[in-house]
């Protein structure tokens, strides 16, 4: 495939990482919180048109014989021009505060514009804060359905030199540095088949999804916290995944994540992620620093995570889960032990 002079490679069998999808969602576990969200990112008119979004996030309360409760709702419309500068935002409940967010680019400085805007969600890691969190990357992952479709043109290796080793797939040397370095374009990975995550015999497992227009690129998360007398036990993932122009789905990245957070002082025990789709060979190396969370506190994750966790022995998107797990704070579980 060739667009604007570049050939764009797609990444040979040898090179690529895990292809193994989770096959589905788990069980609601008795007297357990259950909080998903998803961000549908569209370019209707290619690379040159507005970006729409559409987010949402519910949290769900499963009690002891398994019955769940809705606990909370939100829901994110937004459109960007095509240079990523947030243009319109509304939301479900309403929240004035967004409208001080117009004209930022969804990119770097986002989040702390958005954390000083809306100071109160932040410190009670509540649903609009994770959307609007999440926004900047899944925005970032979207071009990944312009790239599918040919849409990018080729752009001068300089101007990828500030994200060399960034992180483990951006490293110096590697898959993807070396197709820069031979073709002018960044390679791409074509996922496996998504499996779906939704499941017929608990219409309550997720929230209900937006129909997604084709080349969109939906980035949707999963966090389950069951407590017990000791700890909070927290089965987590992530994927991103890009509808084709028949409506196929393929998966572009997804990790999970297991972890343990004591009660009383809400520092995390244990963690572990698993990569399970990933588009270069170098990436699930990755995975090996999510055992740096241990002895952290939910309330400094996501800023210790945004400054400790950089380099080759990291992932961004990877980093991404291990800062949603603040969001445990903001979940109606008790987190304050007995």
Request: a negative charge; one cysteine or more.
């Amino acid at each position: 495939m060739t667009s604007g002079g570049a050939k764009w490679v797609v990444t040979g069998a040898e090179d690529v990482g895990p292809q193994r999808p989770a096959p589905g969602t788990p069980d609601r576990a008795p007297g357990s919180m259950r909080r998903t969200s998803s961000i549908d990112v569209v370019r209707l008119e290619g690379a040159t048109g507005p970006v729409r979004v559409d987010a949402r996030a519910r949290d769900l309360a499963t009690d002891a014989n398994g019955a769940a409760r809705v606990v909370a709702r939100r829901t994110i419309s937004a459109s960007l021009a095509p240079t990523l500068e947030l243009a319109t935002i509304e939301s479900e409940p309403t929240e004035p505060a967004l409208q001080q967010l117009l004209g930022r680019t969804v990119g770097a400085g986002f989040r702390t514009a958005a954390a000083d805007a809306l100071p109160g969600a932040r410190r009670a890691a509540d649903l609009v804060y994770l959307l609007l969190d999440d926004l900047p990357v899944a925005t970032l992952v979207s071009g990944y359905a312009l790239q599918r479709a040919g849409l990018v043109p080729g752009v001068p290796r300089e101007r990828y030199a500030p994200t060399i080793d960034l992180c483990s797939g951006w490293r110096a040397g590697g898959t993807l540095m070396q197709v820069i370095e031979s073709s002018g374009a960044p390679p791409m990975t074509l996922g496996p088949a998504a499996p779906r995550l939704e499941r017929t015999d608990d219409p309550d497992a997720w929230h209900t999804l937006f129909d997604p227009a084709p080349r969109t690129v939906r980035r949707r998360r999963r966090i389950d916290v069951s407590p017990d007398d000791r700890d909070l036990h927290v089965d987590a993932m992530f994927r991103d995944s890009h509808f084709d122009d028949e409506g196929d789905e393929s998966v572009v990245h997804e990790y999970a994540l297991h972890a343990t957070i004591d009660r009383t002082t809400l520092e995390i025990t244990s963690a572990v992620a698993t990569p399970h789709v990933l588009p270069y060979v170098e990436c699930p190396s990755a995975a090996a620093s999510t055992a740096r969370l241990v002895g952290l506190r939910l309330d400094e994750l996501r800023d210790r995570v945004r400054s400790e966790f950089v380099g080759t022995s990291t992932c961004t998107h990877l980093n991404d889960l291990l800062r949603s797990l603040e969001d445990v704070r903001g979940m109606p579980v008790d987190t304050r032990g007995d």
